[in-house]
């Protein structure tokens, strides 16, 4: 025996709905500044002598921008060592990252992510780009100078000894403190930066917005957010507009 419910169909229901809405404004957004690639490139060029932490930087920062990594895929915390067996199920680890002698890409095995709720593994594919950017070139001489650290030990960390947590504080205090060096100002650095850098760059680049989508492992339209324009990409777009819809007939 069912009982229909009519309180979700009610009229008076919706019309409530629509007033908070209108009299409650979204919130707002998280904003920062975006890690484009040339932003990327200035950064990476002041960075300090290449030391152990700043050739994990090194590579983490190019890594993270060619993989459009969310800033929890590549950081974690002191607490969450207390995992220990369990660690790489949630991190990532030395055995996850793949460098194939020779070859001009490497693979990624990412753990956990949003688009993999149930942790099947996600393996992303990252080719060279044969600059002082490249992830790759990045990554050979951090596992060169890593091999005192076991392959289950976490693929970032702090102190070549100490092996402090690579959390997302640190990542975020170093770009700052590199950006403003470059002359790149405090600007809005986070998190955020390295994802959003990379869709934004990726528009103008001539990349599609499916091939974002799936460079980005986005499986919604959510990636459009993070595409932002300048000032004269905007002037131009503008401008594109009008005179297409000003063309008669």
Known sequence: MGIECLAFTDPRVERTIQGIKRDHNEPERRTCTPLTRPYL???LRYLPA???DNTMLYAAFTLAFAG????G???YREAD???GASFPKWFQTKKHIGVPAGESYMELILRASKTDPFRKGITLTIAASGDIGCPVEAMRPLQAIDQHRPHSAPLFCVGRYQQHAFTREHVVRSLQQIAITAGLGEGIWNGDSFRRGAATWAAPAGISEGEIQILGRWRSDAYKAYIEFSQAE???LSKRFQIRQSQPG
């Open 234 to 236: 905007q002037v131009s």
């Open 50 to 52: 290449p030391d152990y």
């Open 81 to 83: 060592r207390e995992l």
């Open 41 to 43: 490139l200035r950064i």
């Open 73 to 75: 895929e590549f950081t």
């Open 68 to 71: 459009f990594l969310r800033v």
